[in-house]
């Protein structure tokens, strides 16, 4: 998980040294920091930077899109 942490910390850092106005985060409905989907951790973690970064913000919450769960049981490879 931790890598994906700093995937979206690198642009949240970029946003705050920049003259970034507002940061737009898209998530996932259902974010929790102990849901059983390592992707709804990661945006869980990812919100929470967000919140704490001191920018203007707005989190998108869409539901699940059932291609995002082929990705998480390796249905879906790219390559």
């Known amino acids: ?4 942490l700093v995937n979206i910390s690198s642009p949240i850092q970029a946003a705050r040294a920049g003259a970034t106005e507002h940061f737009i ?6 974010v929790a920091p102990d ?4 992707l709804f951790g990661m945006k869980y973690l990812a919100e929470r930077e967000l919140k704490a970064s001191g920018l203007a913000w707005s989190i998108i919450r869409p539901t699940a899109y059932i291609e995002t769960s082929f990705y ?4 879906i490879v790219s390559g």
């Open 1 to 4: 998980m931790l890598h994906a």
């Open 35 to 38: 849901h059983p989907m390592e």
């Open 25 to 30: 985060l898209v998530s996932i409905q259902g």
């Open 72 to 75: 998480d049981v390796g249905l």
